[in-house]
């Protein structure tokens, strides 16, 4: 009898940085190709994969949730240090566990919270290149807290997707964004090292139901130009109302962004392995 196929769920962490993104790609590596190719060494199995979302290049993660099928028995513990060495250093499996049959990770969530990180300093650090969007002049991170309190609700937001339309609607529903300024202990590439002093991070969070290509980047480009005093909310505003790409503010560089948490409906009590 052939051992019963099993449903898991990964919550994975990544540095983007060497990545062309989540999704396979015919010109370069992609977090996808390296995940399916470990989970084949380590099961003997060709495993195609769902994560909850499709991170672009450069972009990184701290909370990505994974999903896939197999007939391999190992418990989850077994599946995370296993799988763990078969992957290289700037990815890690954080958790492994049991889920329903029917468990998807991009279809099941029900939210997904980024941080987008500007390093507002005069002085740029070489070691924060990929981890964060440098911006010299200092920025009013109450200004665009307000700001981005516009975005909050269910929208049309389509004003901050590039080459819409790429879903079949652009409607979304923010349940929360905040833009608080941190020192450097707010940075998920930094956790553990060192601090670099004083207060020169600035923090976009924002929790929504989901996300359209660029969408966040999109939003940080336009309360770049809140902080810098050249816009208000109401400008905001009006370019949530336009509903027109042109008159929102340049797309981020990617590598300012993070995919902190993704979250699901609660079910039943299902066995974690942590390290």
Known sequence: MSPPIR?????????????RGWQIQPNGVSLQAVLERALKKYTGETIKVAASGRTDAGVHAVGQVVSFRTS?????????????????DDMMIRKVEEAPADFHARFDSISKRYRYVIHNSPIRWPFLRNYAHWHRGRLDDLAMHDAVQVLVGTH???????????????????????????????????????????????????????????MVRSIVGSLIHVGR???????????????????????????????????????????????
Not at 185 to 213: E, K, R
Request: some cysteine.
């Open 7 to 19: 449903t898991l769920r990964l919550t994975l962490a990544y540095d983007g940085t060497n990545y």
């Open 72 to 88: 391999l028995p190992a418990p989850c513990e077994g599946f995370l240090h296993g799988l763990q060495n078969r992957l290289p």
């Open 156 to 214: 049309d937001f389509r004003c901050f997707e590039t080459d819409w339309p790429n879903r079949k609607t652009s409607v979304r529903t923010v349940f929360e964004a905040k833009v608080s300024r941190y020192d450097s202990a707010a940075v998920p590439a930094l956790a553990g090292a060192s601090p670099v002093p004083g207060d020169d991070f600035v923090c976009l969070d924002i929790t929504a139901d989901g996300f359209l290509y660029n």
């Open 229 to 275: 005093g050249k816009w208000s909310a109401a400008d905001i505003r009006q370019i949530l109302e336009n509903q027109s790409r042109r008159h929102a503010g340049d797309t981020a560089p990617a590598q300012g962004l993070y995919l902190m948490e993704v979250t699901y409906p609660p079910d039943d009590a299902r066995p974690v392995c942590a390290p």
